[in-house]
């Protein structure tokens, strides 16, 4: 398909070529996005907690409600919009199911959304990041369970601001190799600040690196949506693309841990060149320590669109997040093309 | 269908048969529920608001989490098990996707729910039943427009203890002649109180009766299902069944007084032939006030049931609730026998 590139077996997703797609969006928070610095999604450190509930009423109803200044990421003058507004055009254009799923927010959004766990994480410096990740887990396989009866698959995305630093949390916490190369919301990558606040939270617990359980990773440095969306991956009884790209290694790598009997070749991820090409992070690698899982990669050409603030998606910003990159996979597995998907996105820039 | 007994026009339903349902079970209290001797729906008056979320635990786990004593109605030293449990049979027997909403609850289920209101009612003497019945109805119609794509129809049931006070509030304010016509879960029917406590409240508006908008009358008198569920009727793109009894005809009141387009067609009751044969209630006449939507009734038959709970709903015990009726209207309509169906209640009843 024109606009997409896969790493690895292609076989799953040539197989969801024009079948029935759910998305969910799993949105969280965590003190951790206060840490000054640590995160670039949103415009400015206080708004951090607003904006998954700003991306939430942007794609469900189009408006932003729960505070004034939109989700976007500034960095020396520039600005590009949140990625909740590719989401939104692809639900536009493809009229595909979609809600959202309450994984753990500080700040709730004024939309229905799945309610899996009512409580936002903490800061990963504390060493008490995540209070029940075990119901969480155990909540989110019932939705997809129930969700999955009735779609060919699901489409899970995130929205959860520093979530780069707690899924380096996690992967850090289960043995992986992942410092330097987490992805991050802003052109220069703040890997110093991201592995400081990450170890200072593993000293805080009694357990060894590589020695910690899934559970124990994200109580301890993880995030709430890694459980939610794990959960959800386990409980589908459909094939799951995640949408998203460096946090969903961690969702990957909380199941492995699990050493439950999973079928990797079932999930895949999908996400956008920006994460694919950003030269501070390595998500091939990554995704390669954990098992043989696909990764598709889509390309809308933002450098062909006349909006400033998705040109600056290509100099480092934004990159992805509310599951930009896997809704745009689901339009071409619909049979829309790039260009289509590019210009309803930009309406949407525009209208919102 | 052997099992089923349908007034009013059967086109729908016979269109229904062998497609795929998603079944709701809508979820809320109100403050109404706390008025001694008003419901039946609990084991006793402080027990009530505990009701649906037990249901929930019950019919997601199959185990009461939230308190020690389960959901069930009783009169006269006798009693009978909450209609969840027929609602769990079906679940188990058919595999249908199945998702809680909350509507409005004082006391949340350990489920993952489909969030549409966080707060639950008053009392409707107070005349300030419910806060935000507009915003009620706009969350649920998202749910139920995105959830309707990916299946053929809509099943929607309630718990809500006392809510057949609270939908005589309703259909009172609209201008129906329903006192002395709503069912209720024990054998001995407290007209005269429902009666009373809703005019109380409807006395302290300044609107006379007939002359209520349908947020009006739940502002004043109802509950917060009956938006919700009639959001979730206009919302869907699909046919849906309302699971329910004389609370469902309060739905539809307060659908065909908005005044929009909206053809009655497309929706219809499913209930138990326990109300249909209520003699202190008159369901047929109270639906026939609205518009022609047929009334499909089940007779699961619990004359035959080992069970003496079961065979106690003959005896005016329960009789409907948690979607019970639409349940195993939907397990006929997937081609299952009422003998199997009933065989799978007193399954779950001997587990649970």
Chains 1, 2 share one sequence.
Request: hydrophobic residues 40%; contains cysteine.
């Amino acid at each position: 398909m024109i606009g997409l590139k896969t790493y690895g077996c292609a076989n799953l997703i040539e197989s969801l070529k024009g079948k029935k797609p759910f998305f969910i969006c799993t949105t969280a928070t965590t003190a951790t996005c206060k840490i000054p610095k640590i995160s670039g999604a949103g415009a400015s450190t206080d708004l951090m907690v607003y904006t998954p509930a700003g991306d939430a009423e942007i794609m469900v109803f189009g408006e932003l409600l729960c505070c004034d200044v939109p989700p976007q990421t500034i960095s020396d003058g520039f600005s590009a919009p949140t990625p909740a507004i590719i989401t939104k055009g692809v639900i536009e254009l493809t009229n595909i199911p979609f809600l959202i799923a309450n994984a753990g927010l500080e700040i709730k959004p004024n939309v229905p959304y799945i309610s899996i766990n009512n409580e936002p994480g903490g800061d990963v410096r504390t060493g008490n990041a995540v209070n029940n990740p075990e119901k969480i887990f155990k909540n989110a396989k019932v939705i997809a369970k129930e969700i999955s009866k009735s779609c060919d698959y699901l489409v899970i995305g995130e929205s959860i601001p520093a979530g780069t630093t707690t899924a380096l949390g996690v992967l850090t916490a289960l043995g992986y190799d992942a410092i330097f190369k987490m992805s991050g919301s802003r052109p220069e990558n703040p890997h110093e600040l991201k592995r400081e606040v990450v170890y200072e939270g593993i000293s805080k617990s009694n357990i060894k690196i590589g020695n910690f359980s899934s559970f124990d990773a994200v109580r301890t440095v993880g995030d709430p949506m890694i459980p939610a969306v794990a959960g959800m991956v386990v409980g589908s009884k459909m094939p799951v693309i995640l949408a998203g790209g460096t946090q969903m290694v961690a969702v990957c790598a909380f199941i492995k841990k699990l050493g439950i009997d999973f079928d990797f070749s079932r999930i895949c991820l999908g996400t956008t060149t920006y994460v694919v090409r950003d030269k501070t992070a390595d998500l091939i690698d990554l995704i390669s320590q954990v098992d043989e899982i696909a990764v598709n990669v889509v390309d809308p050409c933002f450098e062909k669109s006349e909006n400033e603030g998705l040109r600056n998606y290509l100099k480092g910003f934004v990159k992805e997040g509310a599951g930009a990159g896997g809704a745009i996979l689901t339009a071409l597995l619909l049979g829309y093309s790039i260009e289509d998907i590019r210009k309803k996105i930009e309406e949407v820039l525009e209208r919102i």
